[in-house]
């Protein structure tokens, strides 16, 4: 089976580093192409891959084409592949905005197109990818398919009606938890801490409590009930997020997000 990206930007080396190291997949398997000669051979000097600048090329041989191009130049790219593509080709895409309906069209055939949202913790294994996929994907489709996408972290299917949410909780969440780190770390420097040592305790602190979540299955606000003690510290601050509305600030943000998804 032979594995082809158009585009070889980050999240498309984030998902070869998780197939080649997590998906027992070999390199030897997959290819790629990118508009950049640059990128293209530095992608194949770090995974040991087949890399140019010709999408023609990939798209003549891929089992399963992945699609790792940024919604604005899905067009053009589309153009110099869509009569290569194989029959039975699984075609997966990453771009957020863009439809089953748009690949569909695209294509002008049957073909089997997979959407999906990844997240840039992909780079170091845990990614969090959501998708979603056509009439024309099989169960065997299917398994190659989560194969691929939870070999650097972990997928969940969704209906297509919440991809565009996908992308403003999952996809573009990282940007925000890396702000509220960094704003943990400037209130630990302000207090005196080094910065250095305030980064290490606030990556460190968001990092467990993520895992404390996910490991224990409880509620976000039990969660939070255990660390506020009564008339303690930690109360005293969750005060001050609720008066300056914190958790409406987070909502507002991610329907920002979602809405710019779905005029992508």
Same mark, same amino acid.
């Given at each position: 089976?032979?594995?082809?990206?158009?585009?070889?930007?980050?999240?498309?080396?984030?998902?070869?580093?998780?197939?080649?190291?997590?998906?027992?997949?070999?390199?030897?398997?997959?290819?790629?192409?990118?508009?950049?000669?640059?990128?293209?051979?530095?992608?194949?000097?770090?995974?040991?891959?087949?890399?140019?600048?010709?999408?023609?090329?990939?798209?003549?041989?891929?089992?399963?084409?992945?699609?790792?191009?940024?919604?604005?130049?899905?067009?053009?790219?589309?153009?110099?592949?869509?009569?290569?593509?194989?029959?039975?080709?699984?075609?997966?895409?990453?771009?957020?905005?863009?439809?089953?309906?748009?690949?569909?069209?695209?294509?002008?055939?049957?073909?089997?197109?997979?959407?999906?949202?990844?997240?840039?913790?992909?780079?170091?294994?845990?990614?969090?990818?959501?998708?979603?996929?056509?009439?024309?994907?099989?169960?065997?489709? %299917?398994?190659?398919?989560?194969?691929? %996408?939870?070999?650097?972290?972990?997928? +969940?299917?969704?209906?297509?009606?919440?991809?565009?949410?996908?992308?403003?909780?999952?996809?573009?969440?990282?940007?925000?938890? +890396?702000?509220?780190?960094?704003?943990?770390?400037?209130?630990?420097?302000?207090?005196?801490?080094?910065?250095?040592?305030?980064?290490?305790?606030?990556?460190?602190?968001?990092?467990?409590?993520?895992?404390?979540?996910?490991?224990?299955?409880?509620?976000?606000?039990?969660?939070?009930?255990? $660390?506020?003690?009564?008339?303690?510290?930690?109360?005293?601050? $969750?005060?001050?997020?609720?008066?300056?509305?914190?958790?409406?600030?987070?909502?507002?943000?991610?329907?920002?997000?979602?809405?710019?998804?779905?005029?992508?």
């Amino acid at each position: 089976m032979k594995i082809g990206f158009i585009g070889l930007g980050n999240m498309a080396r984030a998902i070869i580093g998780g197939m080649t190291m997590n998906g027992g997949f070999s390199s030897e398997d997959i290819c790629g192409a990118d508009v950049l000669q640059t990128v293209a051979d530095d992608a194949a000097l770090t995974h040991f891959i087949s890399a140019g600048t010709n999408n023609s090329t990939v798209a003549k041989v891929a089992d399963v084409l992945i699609l790792a191009v940024k919604p604005q130049f899905m067009d053009s790219a589309l153009r110099t592949i869509k009569d290569e593509v194989k029959k039975d080709c699984i075609i997966i895409t990453i771009a957020p905005g863009k439809a089953l309906e748009y690949y569909e069209e695209a294509f002008g055939r049957k073909a089997k197109i997979v959407r999906c949202m990844p997240n840039t913790p992909a780079l170091v294994g845990a990614g969090c990818t959501g998708y979603c996929y056509n009439e024309n994907v099989t169960e065997a489709d %299917l398994e190659i398919v989560t194969r691929i %996408l939870n070999s650097f972290g972990k997928a +969940f299917e969704v209906p297509e009606s919440l991809m565009d949410v996908v992308v403003g909780i999952s996809g573009s969440a990282p940007a925000y938890v +890396f702000m509220f780190i960094e704003a943990l770390a400037d209130a630990g420097v302000r207090e005196g801490m080094p910065r250095k040592k305030a980064y290490d305790f606030a990556a460190q602190a968001v990092m467990g409590s993520a895992k404390l979540m996910v490991d224990k299955g409880e509620h976000p606000g039990v969660l939070k009930d255990m $660390v506020c003690s009564p008339g303690g510290t930690t109360i005293e601050a $969750v005060k001050v997020l609720e008066n300056r509305a914190f958790r409406g600030a987070v909502m507002d943000a991610v329907e920002a997000c979602v809405n710019r998804s779905r005029e992508l």
